[in-house]
């Protein structure tokens, strides 16, 4: 698996949120770090594989929060030394479905895959309702694409199933395969298997590919009777950076940080560090002139988040600040704060301030949980 890492527009669509896919064989942090400040992301679905998974810890050095999600287990199968069996239920179909096929499919979806959980259900920034959508517009966008063969599975006059399938780099891979509640059991399902199985060594592809979460038990059972073997597995990370995301229109306003500022606030913490009050000093360390203390910044959120949003009540249950840039004194810096969480009925609120300076980059980010408090 080589480092792969790209916008994925489909999803982000769907989950009105700039999602970033990501898959390493080996952590390249600077990368990674990179495309998720460039492109304002909000979510990273990091993949590694499980043999790697000692790297994760690396993750700490992004400051964004992160988890695993779930783990991917592939099954391989070689058609060189495998040979398909034969159907069990004769009375089975299968059609290439075309565009007018979208609706009926879409129905299938609904019905088969209500309850089923993946990596998107153990995010609590995902909207759970278009998870389903997802899977409708996987199978869907499968329909008479090159490369990508979609069948309806009928029993009799009636649609069943589906199956979808692909082919990349002459190696096959079965997709999402899906049977109706009412029609499972009887060696449907496995004769969907040995279809698609059938199907590919008959184009003349010598191995096939198919993948779900570890604990989908039941289908690697069926995989595991008809010739695949589990070769690889992968860990599933979101990392919630949350640049773009909000429940709430963007909050913007200007700070400016005074000299004063910087005098006041080393009075009041003790830190008299040169680095704050003396350029040639602050000079030598790399910087343009002395800089401001890092939590003058989080004076003025308390100040704003106390007084104005959430408002009066208002308290810091914790805070995380990531620095990428100084903070000078005597320039103006523009405040964005968004929201990409919050409970209306405990009155909890994530907020992410970010700070950029003149010339639009940005300085420092602030994840900021609060909890207005109510009079009694």
């Given at each position: 698996m080589n480092n792969i890492i790209f916008k994925s527009e489909k999803e982000s669509a769907r989950f009105n949120m700039n999602i970033l896919r990501a898959s390493m064989e080996s952590l390249n942090l600077r990368e990674l770090g990179q495309s998720i400040i460039e492109n304002q992301i909000d979510l990273t679905i990091l993949r590694i594989p499980c043999e790697n998974l000692p790297q994760i810890s690396k993750l700490e050095t992004l400051g964004f929060s992160y988890?695993?999600?779930?783990?991917?287990?592939?099954?391989?199968v070689n058609f060189d030394n495998y040979t398909p069996l034969e159907l069990r239920n004769k009375d089975l179909s299968f059609i290439p479905a075309v565009s007018g096929d979208a609706p009926l499919l879409g129905s299938l979806v609904d019905q088969i895959f209500p309850?089923?959980?993946?990596?998107?259900?153990?995010?609590?920034?995902?909207?759970?309702?278009?998870?389903?959508?997802?899977?409708?517009e996987w199978v869907i966008d499968f329909i008479e694409k090159e490369n990508k063969y979609v069948f309806l599975v009928n029993k009799g006059n009636k649609t069943i199933g589906f199956a979808t399938c692909t082919v990349e780099n002459g190696e096959a891979e079965g997709v999402l395969y899906g049977v109706l509640p009412e029609a499972a059991g009887g060696g449907v399902y496995s004769d969907i298997i040995r279809y698609t199985q059938s199907f590919m060594k008959d184009m003349g592809i010598g191995k096939m590919k198919v993948s779900t979460q570890v604990q989908n038990y039941?289908?690697?059972?069926?995989?595991?009777?008809?010739?695949?073997?589990?070769?690889?597995?992968?860990?599933?990370?979101?990392?919630?950076?949350?640049?773009?995301?909000?429940?709430?229109?963007?909050?913007?306003?200007?700070?400016?940080?005074?000299?004063?500022?910087?005098?006041?606030?080393?009075?009041?913490?003790?830190?008299?560090?040169?680095?704050h009050f003396d350029d040639e000093f602050a000079k030598k360390l790399g910087f343009l002139q002395r800089i401001s203390h890092g939590l003058i910044a989080?004076?003025?959120?308390?100040k704003y988040f106390g007084m104005e949003f959430p408002g009066n009540g208002t308290l810091f249950m914790s805070y995380y600040y990531k620095f990428?840039?100084?903070?000078?004194?005597?320039?103006?810096?523009?405040?964005?704060?968004?929201?990409?969480?919050?409970?209306?009925?405990?009155?909890?609120?994530?907020?992410?301030?970010?700070?950029?300076d003149g010339q639009n980059e940005l300085c420092l980010l602030s994840y900021n949980d609060?909890?207005?408090?109510?009079?009694a």
């Open positions: 988890f695993q999600t779930d783990t991917l287990v592939y099954y391989y309850g089923y959980t993946n990596h998107y259900n153990t995010n609590p920034f995902i909207e759970k309702h278009n998870i389903l959508e997802g899977y409708k039941a289908v690697q059972k069926v995989w595991s009777r008809e010739g695949f073997f589990m070769m690889k597995s992968y860990a599933t990370i979101h990392i919630n950076s949350l640049l773009n995301y909000s429940r709430i229109p963007n909050i913007n306003f200007d700070i400016f940080i005074t000299d004063d500022d910087i005098k006041n606030y080393g009075t009041l913490s003790g830190d008299i560090n040169p680095v989080n004076a003025e959120m308390s990428l840039k100084p903070l000078y004194p005597n320039q103006n810096y523009k405040v964005v704060i968004t929201v990409p969480y919050f409970d209306e009925v405990k009155n909890i609120y994530k907020c992410l301030v970010k700070i950029y609060l909890i207005k408090k109510q009079p």
